[in-house]
């Protein structure tokens, strides 16, 4: 099993352009989030998915989109990216939630916006 | 949300163990203590999670004491490859946001 991968592994992008980080997870998970994390900082919470066909946002949604493809896949869209926006993209996923439901996390998407 | 506190940094050396302190003096009845490791350049992996008293697994072990405000992760005999930051977080049933702080960040020497 891969468990959660997540493409790109890196991204340099120009001041309003736009993007879609991948995310996809094999071990038949319901929930899915999208956290960031800034240099030296905890990771915060941009998005999640409790189930499939559900989005709801989390910390800090403002400037991002998500979509749940299916169970498996769960994108993050920057439509107009900013030089606040960079930072390191993680994405996780957890059977459950609640109590007893670890996330599992991917690799990370260092993205960088000039 | 229940806030933690924990130490920014700490030191050891190979073979010694380490114990982080994690401060939760608001932490509420359905609360549960969870600690998550990460590496540098990787994504958190969690680590242990208890309720009360003591809790331990294969890495490491969780103390609680009777009121709850405060933890104890302690990690038997360290080596290199504990380098890492330790976030410790409250989490509860239902939805969770995990809410990760700065974390602790552990430099293991030879």
């Known amino acids: 099993n891969a468990g959660v991968t997540q493409t790109p592994k890196f991204q340099v992008l120009k001041t309003g352009q736009s993007m879609t980080l991948q995310c996809a997870q094999d071990?038949?998970?319901?929930?899915m989030y999208w956290y960031r994390q800034d240099p030296g900082m905890g990771l915060r919470l941009i998005y999640y998915?409790?189930?499939?066909?559900?989005?709801d946002k989390g910390e800090v949604p403002n400037g991002y989109n998500v979509s749940r493809l299916n169970k498996r896949e769960f994108s993050l869209r920057l439509e107009s990216a900013a030089p606040s926006q960079t930072s390191v993209y993680f994405c996780?996923?957890?059977?459950?939630?609640?109590?007893?439901?670890?996330?599992?996390f991917g690799p990370g998407t260092r993205l960088t916006v000039t | 949300l229940a806030k933690t506190t924990q130490p920014i940094s700490m030191d050891s050396y190979e073979g010694q163990e380490v114990n982080i302190t994690c401060s939760h003096n608001n932490i509420a009845t359905n609360d549960y203590i969870t600690w998550y490791q990460q590496f540098p350049s990787q994504g958190p992996r969690f680590i242990i999670q208890?309720?009360?008293t003591k809790v331990t697994n294969e890495v490491a072990s969780l103390f609680i004491p009777a009121d709850r405000k405060s933890s104890t992760l302690s990690l038997p005999r360290v080596s290199l490859s504990d380098t890492a930051v330790y976030y410790c977080?409250?989490?509860?049933?239902?939805?969770?946001?995990?809410?990760f702080g700065t974390g602790t960040r552990l430099l293991v020497s030879p």
């Open positions: 996780a996923s957890s059977e459950g939630q609640g109590v007893g439901y670890e996330q599992y």
């Open positions: 208890g309720y009360k």
């Open positions: 998915s409790a189930s499939e066909g559900t989005t």
């Open positions: 977080l409250l989490l509860n049933t239902g939805f969770q946001k995990l809410v």
């Open positions: 071990m038949n998970h319901n929930s």
